[in-house]
């Protein structure tokens, strides 16, 4: 099997990260885990300083620690290269508030074998959320509808942030030059694999809002999105220079 990594940001987690670590590790105990944490105020960091320091995870956890909140896309780009500077393969994105449930990891590690980007998908047969009001869903599934139209990219769950990505394409795709910070992250990720014409699988899951603690989403956040899906569309061919291995218009 491919050496995975899983990257999970952390802001203010504290009431989640030690159920889901343990809940990670085990569905797939042959992973390994980077919690790159934004200086929680309520401790998050520290809990795993000491799950670390107490080797509770046999040399499978990992923390980084960051100066405060600089963006969801930064903190994945971070654990991304760290993962990719020590050899890991497969390198996972995944929420800290069990909306994504870790029961999907071995199958999505399975699909990774003849896939080059694995997306635990709400939006195809199977998939979906539980515990959403009607305007959650809509905005959630009008801006995967919007990324699609506007982009003319098939995905059908380009906003969500439970992903699975190689190391190849991830190297080609040059990590320098996104410059999503914020949940468009996301969007702008599987824009780059579509421009690559990476083949995409994307795998139902349920997704359950969160329990505790309080949800990082935001009418900013959702002005962000709107506005880079029409930036990375505007930015189609720069972005492809941007990208290595001299990405074809065909």
């Not at 996972?92 to 399975?110: G, Q, R, T, V």
Request: charged share 25%; proline share 2%.
């Amino acid at each position: 099997m491919k050496s995975v990594l899983i990257v999970i940001p952390t802001y203010n987690e504290k009431d989640n990260i030690t159920e889901l670590l343990s809940e990670v590790f085990k569905s797939v105990p042959q992973v390994n885990v980077l919690i790159v944490d934004d200086n929680s105020p309520d401790g998050t960091g520290k809990i795993v300083d000491d799950l670390v320091a107490n080797n509770t995870y046999n040399d499978r956890l990992f923390v980084m620690h960051r100066s405060g909140k600089l963006g969801l896309g930064t903190a994945y780009i971070q654990g991304f290269q760290w993962g990719m500077q020590r050899g890991y393969e497969l390198l996972f994105s995944m929420d800290a508030d069990f909306s994504h449930d870790p029961k999907y990891l071995p199958e999505m590690i399975a699909l990774a074998e003849n896939n080059d980007l694995v997306i635990g998908s709400r939006y195809v047969k199977g998939g979906g959320t539980q515990n959403w009001g009607f305007i959650r869903r809509l905005i959630s599934k009008g801006g995967s509808l919007y990324a699609r139209i506007v982009l003319l990219a098939n995905v059908h769950d380009f906003t969500g942030g439970f992903n699975c990505y190689h190391k190849n394409f991830l190297e080609r795709l040059n990590l320098d030059t996104v410059f999503s910070k914020g949940y468009c992250f996301q969007i702008e990720m599987k824009f780059r694999h579509v421009l690559m014409k990476a083949k995409i699988k994307e795998m139902p899951i349920i997704f359950c809002d969160r329990v505790n603690g309080k949800s990082k989403m935001s009418s900013n956040i959702f002005k962000e999105a709107v506005i880079n899906v029409l930036r990375l569309s505007l930015m189609r061919g720069k972005i492809k220079n941007m990208m290595k291995n001299g990405i074809s218009d065909d």
